[in-house]
């Protein structure tokens, strides 16, 4: 594992600078915006990244355990047009979707709305694209042209965004993220022709328009998983002040830092899991090579705690900590939660093995406890520190579900 890590380290420096830009354009939008339209910027996307895999109803999470096989089988002249054929579909049905919503608000005569619900639908398309594209790039033997494809998508995204904020505010904003997004996916989709494609060859497979079920197995648990994850926000409107609620999206920025930096490494180590199960490596070194991974993890994120609250005291960031008025109390938690994170390699390892029903099992037992906390909040007898040690609790039921399951699954001499 140690050595993949080395191998791969351009790939995660490219990555952790396209997280890093992603930051930086995050907390400048903090600085740019007043605090209701933060608020609402931030609602919007994290709903609009909620509601981005919808239209594909499993098929983009197919393409997970698909692509990484098709490649190990000498199959990866199937990919590119695999990924196109999910593409075509994902994007009509978004398109439908938002166009309709697009007509109502115009009927209703909210114009400024509209352009919104406009440049969220492209948001939502550019993203889901690019889940496709990530999922078929990572499939090969190299994961760099993805860290490549997704550094130069940080780098226009945080250009446009921040300087379309500067001149229209709010909206500018929202039409910066959805050009970012859109030239990210193209870029990708460039990256993918060269690698993949193979004008003597033409993909003989099925392109089946519902997904499998274990494909709408996972959708299901990224999707229950995304709920507290995306709606926690909205949620904590109920009954927390505007104030309260700025400060809660500006902690869930410093806890994205943390859950982007365990997506960087799942982008390596996950497609390797399905990978090691598919070619036969013992279950036991599998077991053992997933374990250290997420302890190495859940250190990270630890050691990490120290560095976050370093950088948000930096001098010109400290009047962004006064004016929301972070506190170390409130990092402790938020930490925590980001350390929790490691659900999803562990969702990788579920995956690899076929056991997508406790991906939703997982799932639902996290959801179950948000879906109590946000009870909590309606009747107003919690704050957000109270709050966000919730998020973390339900987290924590989700990993220790999927962490049982894996230290008990069973050889395949055991199985038969």
């Not at 609402?40 to 981005?52: G, H, N, P, Q």
């Not at 075509?88 to 009927?107: E, K, Q």
């Not at 859950?259 to 399905?274: A, H, K, M, S, V």
Request: hydrophobic residues 55%.
């Amino acid at each position: 594992m140690r050595q993949q890590l080395i191998r791969h380290s351009p790939f995660v420096a490219l990555m952790a600078g396209g997280a890093g830009l992603g930051i930086v354009r995050l907390l400048t939008l903090a600085i740019i915006l007043s605090a209701g339209d933060y608020g609402i910027y931030s609602i919007v996307v994290a709903a609009t990244m909620f509601l981005s895999s919808m239209p594909g109803l499993g098929l983009i999470e197919d393409t997970r355990k698909k692509f990484p096989r098709l490649y190990a089988d000498g199959h990866a002249a199937d990919i590119v047009p695999q990924a196109d054929y999910v593409t075509r579909l994902v994007g009509f049905r978004t398109a439908i979707s938002g166009g309709a919503a697009i007509v109502i608000t115009l009927l209703l005569g909210a114009y400024t709305w509209a352009i919104m619900i406009a440049a969220s639908t492209a948001l939502a398309f550019g993203i889901a694209w690019s889940s496709i594209l990530a999922s078929a790039l990572r499939a090969g033997a190299s994961p760099f042209p993805l860290a490549l494809t997704s550094f130069i998508r940080a780098v226009i995204t945080l250009i446009v965004t921040i300087g379309a904020s500067f001149e229209f505010g709010l909206t500018g904003a929202l039409c910066g993220e959805a050009i970012g997004a859109v030239i990210g996916g193209i870029a990708m989709r460039m990256a993918l022709q060269k690698i993949h494609s193979s004008p003597r060859k033409r993909s003989n497979l099925d392109q089946p328009s519902q997904a499998s079920r274990a494909g709408m197995l996972v959708f299901l648990g990224i999707l229950f998983v995304n709920a507290p994850t995306y709606l926690n926000r909205p949620v904590a409107a109920l009954s927390m002040s505007p104030a309260e609620v700025g400060t809660l999206s500006l902690l869930l920025v410093l806890v994205g830092v943390l859950q982007t930096t365990i997506g960087i490494f799942d982008q390596i180590t996950g497609p390797r899991l399905i990978h090691w199960q598919h070619s036969g490596v013992a279950l036991e070194i599998q077991k053992r090579r997933f374990f250290v991974l997420i302890g190495a993890l859940t250190l990270f994120c630890a050691g990490t705690f120290g560095l976050i609250w370093g950088v948000v005291s930096l001098p010109w960031i400290a009047p962004l900590v006064e004016k929301y008025t972070l506190s170390a109390g409130m990092m402790v938690p938020a930490t925590v939660l980001a350390a929790l994170s490691i659900t999803t390699s562990a969702d990788w390892m579920l995956q690899a093995h076929d056991r997508e029903q406790i991906i939703t099992t997982a799932a639902v037992a996290n959801l179950a406890i948000f879906g109590l906390l946000t009870l909590l909040v309606a009747l107003g007898n919690i704050g957000i520190l109270v709050y966000l040690w919730g998020l973390a609790a339900a987290k924590l039921c989700q990993l220790i579900i999927q962490l049982t399951v894996i230290a008990r699954l069973p050889s395949p001499e055991e199985a038969h």
